[in-house]
């Protein structure tokens, strides 16, 4: 058989003809040409990554470059391009654009280097951890920072592979309003997918960083807060962290790399800017199309059908206008006056309320004695600093009452400084602190403004450091 082989091949090459046995009457196939491994099964980039079973790594000092990453679990549109930007300009912290490596698959070309590598106890699972581990690192590397960021949205379809590729990662958990995110999906590309079609296609991403947040311990992080105050936020996320804030994060700009790119993360002129920018005005809950009710009524975005938000018919958003803030003798003192209330102050009981940032069910309460619609309340720095809240953290302040409607709801308007023109009163009008010392140490308190120039009070660690909650 085997001269009979090599004859054929010479034949063949010659003369195109080969040698048969005699009445065999069976003809070859021609031979087809083999697939290359990118043509086999789905196209690289497009439809589901395949199933594959993965596991934590044997040794994580052998198995893994990368130590400690950060993971953004996010949907899409909603805001993780400002914040890898934002961390981005932290001297330690490296979050280049969306890196899509699960996209990158591991295949073997023949079954001995299959056969090879399960000799070394490496799976397909294993291998391709080890490829991705290995692109970040580098571009860690490359950038001579310590820590790396990741923040592709798709990310939170397989949270649990990341968590087990990278047992020391840490999650940060980014929420937008349903609304905002599925309007906002709809106008990046609005010939591509309808609002209809954005809402469900969004939702997908919303529910798959829902199920993240349950499965896995992390920081969340809201858009409209991180837009209000990015500062505060920001702090919050360096403390979880463990690294120092640096001021120069605000200014992201600064520290672009200027690697927006349509498809890899927001790339438009908002994001350009450079600065953190206000967010869009959030819907009312009736105003949330019925396919988000259910994930925003889970991220606290909806309110009891009681409760209102009292706005002036025609004029500026309804608020408590501050006039005056007096910081001193242990106290915060507000003076200012309702504005855009339709209907009569006098007859209702107004409340302050002071809320703290991630519990805001747990908010301090204060009688407020109106002149007209004029308010003048003070509060005692000390109440601020409760055992039970970890430091640092932020108040916002509205007042508080009873819809007329006697019905159990309630209207709540934030209490700010718009009515003067000014804006950017957070760079410019600054309170002092005061102290509230506790039994752990020097805790600092002072009222400030927001970028939305609305109010605000801060607590934050002076000898004493940080605090967690009791």
Known sequence: MRIARKLNKKLGSATGFEVRRAGSGRVPAPALPKKRPAESGAAPGKGKPPQVDFRPPTDLSVDRLLRRPVFIM?????????????????????????????????????????????????????????????????????????????KTPSNAFAYQRLAAAWPDARFLFLLRHPASIAKSWHEGDPEKRTPQEAELDALRYMRATERAREGL??????????????????????????????????????????????????????????????????????????????????????????????????????????????????????????????????????????????????????????????????????????????????????LAAATADGDGGEARLRAGRHLDGVKGKKNTMVFPSQDASGEDGALQVRPYYTVKDNLSIECTAGRGGTRSAS
């Open 74 to 150: 996010s949907p899409v549109r909603s805001g993780s391009t400002l914040l890898r930007l934002l961390l981005n300009a932290h001297s330690e912290l490296h979050s280049p654009h969306e890196l899509h490596f699960r996209r990158l698959e591991v295949r073997s070309g023949t079954k001995l280097a299959e056969r090879s590598m399960e000799q070394l106890d490496l799976h397909r699972g294993d291998l391709e951890h080890l490829l991705w581990d290995r692109v970040m690192h580098r571009e860690l590397v490359k950038s001579g920072k310590s820590f790396l960021v990741e």
């Open 217 to 398: 311990t992390g920081h969340t992080v809201r858009y409209e807060e991180l837009t209000e105050d990015p500062e505060a936020e920001l702090r919050k996320i360096c403390e979880f962290l463990g690294l120092d804030f640096e001021p120069h994060m605000l200014d992201y700009g600064a520290k672009s790399s200027g690697d927006l790119q349509k498809g890899l993360g927001d790339w438009k002129e908002k994001i350009r800017s450079g600065r953190v920018q206000p967010g869009r005005e959030l819907p009312r809950a009736h105003e949330i199309p019925e396919p988000l009710r259910a994930i925003s009524a889970a991220w606290g975005y909806t309110r009891d059908e009681g409760t209102a938000e009292v706005t002036a018919g025609g004029g500026p958003k309804a608020h408590a206008e501050i006039s005056q803030v007096w910081p001193r003798d242990g106290r915060i003192r507000l003076v200012g006056d309702l504005h855009g209330v339709p209907a009569e102050p006098g007859a209702k009981r107004w409340r302050l309320l002071l809320s703290p940032r991630g519990r805001e069910d747990e908010p301090l309460s204060y009688d407020v004695a109106l002149d007209g619609s004029s308010f003048d309340v003070s509060v005692p720095v000390i109440d601020l600093v409760p055992q039970w809240l970890p430091v640092p953290a932020q108040w916002d302040i509205h």
